[in-house]
């Protein structure tokens, strides 16, 4: 069993930065893949970005150029950096967890919000 616990939400004005953290704690070896999904009011949760246990990382064309996925494997954390925000990335970020590649996440934390101001 794998725990989840995001931090780093808040409220910032358009062009601002936030950095959000994602901390695993319980059977962390299972973890193959790690990301950041999103959902704002009204629509479905979407994938923003995500980081394999190998390094590869991969993002939605939304964010390309301005949120950057990172890990700090002696901390056990997962970071999105979001830079350049826009009023349009506002939502609830979940951070999420998957014990295989092709799999679905499977372990969820449990959210923190980002509002962006205009």
């Known amino acids: 069993q794998v725990q989840l616990v995001e931090s780093g939400g808040g409220l910032v004005q358009a062009g601002g930065s936030l950095r959000l953290s994602c901390a695993a704690s319980?059977?962390?070896?299972?973890?193959?893949?790690m990301g950041w999904y999103r959902q704002a009011p009204g629509r479905r949760r979407e994938l923003v970005a995500a980081i394999t246990s190998g390094g590869s990382t991969n993002y939605a064309d939304s964010v390309k150029g301005r949120f950057t996925i990172s890990r700090d494997n002696a901390k056990n954390t997962v970071y999105l950096q979001m830079n350049s925000l826009k009023p349009e990335d506002t939502a609830v970020y979940y951070c999420?967890?998957?014990?295989?590649?092709?799999?679905?996440?499977?372990?969820w934390g449990q959210g923190t919000q980002v509002t962006v101001s205009s």
């Open positions: 999420a967890a998957k014990s295989q590649v092709a799999g679905p996440y499977d372990c």
């Open positions: 319980g059977s962390i070896f299972s973890i193959n893949a």
